[in-house]
């Protein structure tokens, strides 16, 4: 700092302390070269240089692989009710609560983890071989176990026309295509529900691609691409838990009420209002009457879902595998009339032993040996079938070289 022409005094230089001094070299040792830096001494020969450490995989979150077993099992319970609800209204009453949460609950989660989903190559790979190719093999596998199993070589296999399970699979697809408009729209939300309804009136949708599902399940799937950690956070709150009681009583005995008076064919989504011989404007009510309950019933349910690791998380990772493979068992049940030359299922307890081997197999089907065998058809790699990224082989050839 300058005062005019006279230039400030320099600090005093402080003397090195002795404990900071080099220390003496040991006798007979070279003295260093003149201007040389001394620098840090280089690690013993015996000490091996420490590898960098590698990035820890993500943890999965228990909550939502519990929710998602949670959710499949309650899948196959309900496929198992289904041929019981024609003789017991307490089967049907069951029947439609379930089945008025447990798709949208899994959808929702669906719709949670397809958040990053953008037109990335790596991405678009993995809908293809974790989506797309499941469905034309499993589309192709249901048609000729229902050839064999119902006697019925006419049966046509087309992969526009899903049979049975492989509707939720197009589904995803689509859905999932469709994620990065979602984030651009001022009311994704709205603007789902809205479709939906509609949908719910237009008889001519067809049966291509089981559209009719796709549109009107589409709303849970945009709730689930805008959902936060603190939103299923909030639906495990003590207050919450405690409310979904009466919920789900106050359901089950509106559902008994209503099991002879309505068609549980409502909650399928699988058709207008027209073709389920209501009036047109009845599809708009019922869209958004479920749409409710689906919302509250679906809400009861996460609170009830475990937060912390449990015996069946692991299986939280195969719940495709459970949703797809019970299916055969699901329909040959039908086809061999089990239900039929069985009567002892339709009594009180013949219908919790349902109840109780549907949930054995789908939880078997969903365990990790099961995926082993079955990851060629569900989860293939098929590098062979995708052209190489120009870019990383360039990364990948400038790193060879940098290395030699």
Known sequence: MFHGD????LPPVKETPAAAAPAEKPPGTPA???GSVRTESAPAASEKPQKPEKPKKKERDPFFDNAKYLAIVLVAMGHAWEPLSDGSRAAEALYMVVYTFHMPAFIIVSGYFSRSFDMRKDR????????AVPYVIFEVAYSFFKRWADHDPGHPISLLDPWFLTWFLVALFIWRLTTPLWKIVRWPVPLALTIAMLASVSPDIGDDLDLQRVLQFLPFFVIGLFMKPEHFQWAQRRAVK???????????????????????????????????????????????????????????????????????????AGTLYGYLLHGFLAKGSRFWGWFDDYQWLHSPLGEIAVTVIAGAVVTALCTPPVQRIFRFAMEPKMNWAFKKDPADTARARGAGGTAA
């Open 32 to 34: 260093a070269p003149a």
């Open 124 to 131: 678009l790979q993995r809908l293809i071989t974790g989506v």
């Open 6 to 9: 006279q230039r400030s005094p």
């Open 242 to 316: 405690w409310a979904s009681l009466p919920i789900f009583a106050a359901a089950l005995v509106t559902a008994y009420w209503a099991a002879p008076r309505m068609t549980s064919a409502w909650f399928y989504h699988r058709d207008s209002a027209q073709e389920l011989g209501a009036p047109w404007w009845s599809g708009l009510v019922m869209t958004l009457a479920l749409f409710g309950c689906s919302a509250v019933l679906v809400t009861c349910f996460f609170a009830w879902v475990p937060k912390r690791r449990t015996w069946f998380t692991v299986l939280g």
